[in-house]
């Protein structure tokens, strides 16, 4: 309707003038509505065609949309392990700071399992105590034979250096008596030392290696056991917890409620643009906003990424081949645009619907003197143009709680 308005301004207002006062002509006798046709009928088809030429123009290089809104993300509350709820420590609505606990599960099996693990530990410290007896008692013992073997040897040396200088003075049979009792002795020797190298092993490799599986185990525990206490990984607020003691949580099924993060959904607003605006929306591009939670405010933005893909042609790899008329709807270009000032979007709610404009600006490209008179006189009427749309966002903005309120049947 403003674009009907502004074209009429150089076309039938001048003609209806020059005929009202120049020809001196009176409405409703020679100025009738047959008469303003026939004679205006240029006019009018001109005053269409430029009406047309205008919202095109207007259009497709200063782009709007009604699909903008400040996304948020959320975090899931999802616990690693199944169990019972035993004590929630936050309320439905609550802010929280991380590493606060949220609530906690039923850990009395791994309690069990820590304690477990404990005396383990414990029972392995009692093995080393008693193999470094064992390897005292081995100490003991290979001493003796030691000792037992030196008797022996010494007793057969003594009676074979008898036999020797005086023949038949000890009999043959305690010689052998004697050499089977140094074998025997040389046996219980060997015996001793392997069985305190057993000791020493044990001490030295199979215990610490029981040990350490030990206190592995107690890690464990001890990670599962924490595991049953679920925390808030980022500063934030949590919003409709219902979880309550004696409700059972699966990470498989379901999360156990949404945590918030500080901040979010307050940075940059995501607003989707027709495909025909891909090649206009550019990064820098001066932008406007209107939002539904914060009315009758115009937020000044900014264009700071534009995303080089449109999400309705996304596809997954799967055994089905893709049908192209299962996209019903064309997708948009989406961008990302952020407040030209500090606390731009203070007062919006994140999730708000927003109304935004976005402007093309050739002043850099008029500026540089690298193009023609003609071609800066017309990229100086796009430019111009702009003031148009952002008029209409502003009745946008002061109509839209009207809209809302009234109009809407609220």
């Not at 009907?4 to 409703?28: A, F, H, N």
């Not at 996304?71 to 590493?99: C, L, M, N, T, W």
């Amino acid at each position: 309707m403003l674009e009907i308005i502004l074209c009429s301004l150089v076309t039938i207002l001048p003609d209806y003038l020059y005929r009202r006062y120049r020809q001196g002509k009176r409405i409703g006798h020679e100025i009738t509505f047959y008469s303003v046709w026939f004679e205006l009928r240029f006019g009018i088809i001109g005053c269409l065609m430029l009406t047309v030429a205008l919202i095109t123009m207007i259009f497709y290089y200063h782009p709007s949309t009604t699909s903008a809104t400040l996304y948020f993300r959320s975090v899931p509350i999802v616990p690693e392990v199944a169990g019972r709820v035993a004590e929630v420590h936050v309320d439905v609505s609550a802010p929280v700071k991380q590493g606060d606990v949220i609530f906690r599960l039923d850990s009395a099996k791994q309690e069990a399992a820590l304690l477990t693990a404990k005396r383990k530990i414990a029972e392995v410290d009692a093995a080393m105590l008693a193999a470094q007896a064992d390897i005292m008692k081995a100490e003991g013992q290979l001493q003796e034979a030691k000792g037992s073997l030196q008797q022996a040897q010494d007793e057969l040396d003594t009676k074979t250096e008898l036999q020797r200088r005086s023949p038949g003075t000890v009999p043959q049979r305690d010689i052998e008596k004697l050499s089977v009792a140094v074998a025997g002795r040389q046996g219980s020797l060997d015996a001793a030392t392997a069985s305190k190298q057993s000791a020493m092993v044990r001490v030295s490799a199979l215990l610490p290696a029981e040990k350490a599986s030990a206190e592995a185990a107690l890690a464990e525990a001890q990670v599962d056991l924490d595991k049953t206490v679920i925390r808030a990984g980022v500063d934030g607020r949590i919003e409709q917890f219902g979880l309550r003691p004696g409700d059972i949580v699966n990470p498989m099924i379901r999360t156990a409620g949404v945590l918030i993060p500080e901040g979010a959904g307050r940075r940059a607003l995501m607003a989707g643009f027709g495909q025909i605006e891909a090649q206009v929306m550019k990064v820098g591009m001066v932008a406007e906003a209107t939002c539904i939670s914060k009315p009758w405010k115009i937020i000044p933005m900014v264009v700071t990424n534009v995303q080089d893909y449109i999400a309705a042609g996304q596809f997954r790899g799967g055994e089905q081949l893709i049908e192209a008329q299962q996209v019903a709807a064309p997708g948009t270009i989406l961008v990302f645009m952020e407040p030209l000032y500090k606390g731009g979007l203070e007062g919006v709610t994140p999730g708000s619907s927003c109304i935004a404009n976005a402007y093309t600006s050739n002043h850099e490209l008029i500026s540089s003197g690298k193009i023609g008179s003609f071609k800066s006189f017309a990229l100086h009427v796009v430019d111009a143009t702009g003031l148009v749309h952002a008029l209409l966002l502003r009745i946008q903005a002061a109509l839209l709680p009207i809209k809302t309120l009234v109009l809407s049947g609220h």
